[in-house]
Nanobody, 124 residues
Framework: QVQLVESGGGLVQAGGSLRLSCAAS????????MGWFRQAPGKEREFIAA????????YYADSVKGRFTISRDNVKNTVYLQMNSLKPEDTAVYYC?????????????????WGQGTQVTVSS
């Protein structure tokens, strides 16, 4: 198993930036493709971004493409989500996720492992 802990959420004004981090412990971090999801109040959890085990491939939801960047550091066992040009509609709880297969994110399959989430609030 892998344990995931997110950090970096907070309150930011529209147009601002935040960087989320997700620290992993447990089994080998580089064995997992990592992803970010978010859930706004009253809405279903939605996919945001994914990165392959080596970091060589990334995949984004259309809603964040060009504004958000996912990256990972396999030495620090951490995955990041850099969020720029934030909008009020980006307000949500953001979750880090892990899966052995990058294709899971592309095919819309639910990852195996989840963090507890971190709140991001964007004010207008």
């Amino acid at each position: 198993q892998v344990q995931l802990v997110e950090s970096g959420g907070g309150l930011v004004q529209a147009g601002g930036s935040l960087r989320l981090s997700c620290a992993a412990s447990g089994r080998t971090f580089s064995s997992y493709a990592m992803g970010w999801f978010r859930q706004a109040p009253g809405k279903e959890r939605e996919f945001i971004a994914a990165i392959s085990r080596s970091g060589g491939n990334t995949y984004y939801a259309d809603s964040v493409k060009g504004r958000f960047t996912i990256s990972r550091d396999n030495v620090k066992n951490t995955v990041y989500l850099q969020m720029n040009s934030l909008k009020p509609e980006d307000t949500a709880v953001y979750y880090c996720a892990g899966s052995p297969y990058y294709s899971d994110y592309v095919k819309g399959r639910r990852p195996d492992y989840w963090g507890q989430g971190t709140q991001v609030t964007v004010s207008s």
